[in-house]
């Protein structure tokens, strides 16, 4: 098990949000938001999105539209 430094932590983040920003159209633009104001790659919740799932802002004007997995049937 590796451990990371805050440094490569926040590179981390900002490469995710960066990712996202960067797509076109809305949806990207949501899901870099929802990154941005959740995920914490130090945490050990989860991968960013796991982390936004579990987002518990309901009063979020995103809250309805962030980005979730597929329910698996």
């Given amino acids: 098990m ?9 590179a981390l983040r900002t490469a995710t949000i960066n990712l996202h920003k960067a797509k076109p159209g809305l949806r ?5 938001m ?3 104001c959740i995920y914490d790659p130090g ?4 991968t960013w999105r796991e982390q936004v799932e579990a987002c518990t802002s309901p ?14 049937d």
């Fill in 2 to 10: 590796t451990t990371r430094t805050y440094q490569e932590m926040d």
């Fill in 28 to 32: 990207g633009k949501v899901d870099a």
């Fill in 34 to 36: 929802c990154c941005e």
């Fill in 43 to 46: 945490s050990g919740g989860g």
């Fill in 59 to 72: 009063e979020c004007p995103l809250y309805e539209v962030r980005p979730r997995s597929k329910p698996h």
